[in-house]
């Protein structure tokens, strides 16, 4: 076949298998290294590291696309649990080509959507639980104060705003409470439900944000999933006061233990925050803790500030996150 109608045949290929994932002007600079790292046609010098996945939500409408990424990844990478990325940085040997799969926050989603493509697949990966918040059936504090500021009117929201002195648009204001401290945060938690007594969750909210129950976490596979700490509660570790702190960190192992019935050695910082203190609490009860910042994980590596790479929607725009 002729050069230019193969790539064109190639360029249709790609465009029917990858609707959902159309390139930006920035993206175009290194579309053809994505694009033929997804081919697997490249011939690119792997380096010399290995790759942690992070994961959020996978809720339904997306299971084709998750479905796409995973098996991208499986035909490139030899995917492993996290643990076995924990040993090859701990050891001497080479840690490249492998990678592992973590999805943070314990949703449902990830349950009812997630795993099943990674039974089918047979991937496995980590799954970071708040047992506080499945004891409780709650939202992670981030998800409830959105969807409740998103039920504010616009003068409504501005008038909230000004009686705390932060800012109006949503994803602001909810990074300014990121930045509180533990109790202040807590207070405006508690006015924003007084300024939404109304607040019921629609159904697609429930599908995106509901928390996997005790019985649901039972249900998977460890020959699949292994579940590791992600707090009690989900709050932002360095805004905790010390005692809160320890408990956050120390019980989450305990609660998960003992409501799994298998042991728990791994810890996600939330929202990937953490300080000298929050890391020597961490080191004290954890084997290995993973981050929020990107980058590759090599020999030596600390392992409890194990760097990952935030999955992007889309195979193009995956090989190009890996493959920067």
């Known amino acids: ?12 290929q790609s465009r029917a298998m990858f609707a959902d ?5 920035s993206s175009l600079r290194s579309a053809p290294l994505a694009f033929s790292n997804w081919l697997g046609i490249s011939g690119h010098d792997e380096k010399p590291a290995a790759r942690i996945m992070l994961f959020h939500g996978t809720p339904r409408r997306e299971a084709a696309a998750l479905e796409r990424q995973l098996r991208w990844l499986k035909r490139r990478f030899d995917v492993v649990p996290l643990r076995s990325i924990v040993t090859a940085a701990s050891a001497t040997g080479a840690v490249g080509h492998k990678l592992a799969l973590t999805f943070d926050d314990g949703l449902r989603s990830n ?3 997630a795993y099943p493509i990674l039974h089918k697949l047979a991937l496995p990966a980590t799954f970071f639980v708040c047992p506080g918040l499945v004891d409780r059936e ?3 504090w981030t998800h409830e104060t959105r969807r409740r500021l998103s039920r504010l009117d616009a003068a409504a929201r501005r008038e909230l705003a000004r009686e705390w002195n932060a800012p109006e648009e949503i994803e602001a204001f909810v990074g300014w409470m990121k930045e509180l401290r533990a109790a202040e945060r807590k207070q405006v938690e508690a006015r924003l439900r007084d300024a939404t007594p109304g607040f019921v969750p629609t159904r697609a909210e429930r599908e995106e944000f509901d928390l996997a129950s005790w019985r649901e976490l039972r249900k998977l596979d460890p020959a699949i999933v292994s579940i590791g700490s992600h707090t009690l509660t989900h709050p932002i570790l360095p805004s905790t006061p010390p005692a809160e702190l320890e408990t956050e960190v120390r019980d989450s192992r305990r609660q998960l233990e003992r409501g799994l019935q298998r042991p728990v050695d791994l810890f996600a910082y939330p929202n990937g925050d953490l300080n000298p203190e ?8 954890y084997r290995a803790a993973v981050t929020s910042s990107t980058g590759w994980v090599r020999r030596g590596a600390d392992t409890h500030r194990l760097p990952r790479l935030g999955a992007p929607r889309g195979v193009l725009r995956l090989a190009r996150r890996i493959y920067p």
């Open 1 to 12: 076949m002729h050069g230019p109608i193969l790539k064109e045949r190639l360029l249709q």
């Open 138 to 140: 709650s939202w992670l």
């Open 278 to 285: 929050v890391e020597a609490c961490v080191r004290k009860h």
């Open 21 to 25: 994932t159309l390139p930006t002007l």
């Open 111 to 113: 349950v009812d959507v």
